[in-house]
C-alpha cells in the first residue's frame, strides 16, 4: 500500500530537548516536504526536498532542521524545541512527473513543548 | 502575504443540498490548483485538481470552478453527504508548476447536517 509513515503520532516534550520526527515514504517519491498546521493558518511549508541531498527552507523554517539522505525518508530535527513549536505536523511527498502532481501526507504527529 | 485564501473559516449545509466553498488567490502565476480534504485525526488527502487554462473540471459529486480574472475558484459538492465534513484547503503549486512551494489556504471547515 502507497503510503506515507510518519512517528511518532503524538510526542510531549520540554523546551530545548532535541527530537525528531521520522518520515518515510514508499513511493520512490523525489519530492517531500514537511508542514505545520495550525489554528487560523492553515497549512504552512517549514522544509521541502527535490531529491537525496537536495532541500531548501519553505515559508517557516526557524528552528527546524532536516536532511535527506536517503529517497525514501525525510527526517524533521528540532534541535532545541520551544513553545511556540507546538503545532500538528504533516509530511508529504509527491512525484514530479508534471503539472499539479497531488501531495500524500501522513498522519500527522501533534507535538506539544512544554 | 498571504496568496491563497479561504475566507470563510466554516460552513454548514443540509444533507442533499449544494455545498460551495471558495478560495481566492493574489499570484497570477499560478497555473494550478488542488483541493485537499482533511478528516480529523488523518492527513489531507487530494480531492481535485483544476488547471489555469481550463475554467471547470469534474468529478462526480465534486466540481471546482476556475474564474481567472476574478482570481477566484470554487469547490461545489453536490448532493452533499454526511460524510463529506471535513475541513477543505485549496492550495497553489509555485508558479512554473514546481514544488518548490505549494501555498494553502487557511481551510474550511464543512458540516453537513444530516
Known amino acids: 500500500e502507497a503510503q506515507v509513515t510518519q512517528n511518532p503520532r503524538y510526542l510531549i516534550t520540554v523546551t530545548g530537548k532535541k527530537l525528531t520526527v521520522t518520515c518515510s515514504q514508499n513511493?520512490?517519491?523525489?519530492?517531500m516536504s514537511w508542514y505545520r498546521q495550525d489554528p487560523g493558518l492553515g497549512l504552512r511549508q517549514i522544509y521541502y526536498?527535490?531529491?537525496?541531498?537536495?532541500?531548501d527552507k519553505g515559508d517557516v523554517p526557524e528552528g527546524y532542521k532536516v536532511s535527506r539522505k536517503e529517497k525514501r525518508n525525510f527526517p524533521l530535527i528540532l534541535e532545541s524545541p520551544s513553545p511556540n513549536q507546538t503545532s500538528l505536523y504533516f509530511c508529504?511527498?509527491?512525484?514530479?512527473?508534471?503539472?499539479?502532481?497531488?501531495?500524500?501526507f501522513g498522519s500527522g504527529t501533534q507535538l506539544s513543548v512544554l | 502575504d498571504q496568496q491563497v485564501k479561504q475566507n470563510s473559516p466554516s460552513l454548514s449545509v443540509q444533507e442533499g443540498r449544494i455545498s460551495i466553498l471558495n478560495c481566492d488567490y493574489t499570484?497570477?502565476?499560478?497555473?494550478?490548483f488542488l483541493w485537499y480534504k482533511k478528516y480529523p485525526a488523518e492527513g489531507p488527502t487530494f480531492l481535485i485538481s483544476?488547471?489555469?487554462?481550463?475554467d471547470k473540471n469534474e468529478d462526480g459529486r465534486f466540481t471546482v470552478f476556475l474564474n481567472k480574472s476574478a482570481k477566484h475558484l470554487s469547490l461545489h459538492i453536490v448532493p452533499s453527504q454526511p460524510g463529506d465534513s471535513a475541513v477543505y484547503f485549496c492550495?497553489?503549486?509555485?508558479?512554473?508548476?514546481?514544488?518548490?512551494?505549494?501555498?494553502f489556504g487557511t481551510g474550511t471547515k464543512l458540516q453537513v447536517i444530516p
Open positions: 508529504a511527498s509527491s512525484s514530479l512527473t508534471g503539472l499539479g502532481e497531488k501531495l500524500f
Open positions: 513511493m520512490n517519491h523525489e519530492y
Open positions: 526536498s527535490m531529491n537525496v541531498e537536495v532541500t
Open positions: 499570484n497570477s502565476m499560478f497555473d494550478y
Open positions: 483544476i488547471s489555469s487554462i481550463k
Open positions: 492550495a497553489a503549486p509555485g508558479h512554473s508548476g514546481g514544488y518548490q512551494k505549494v501555498t
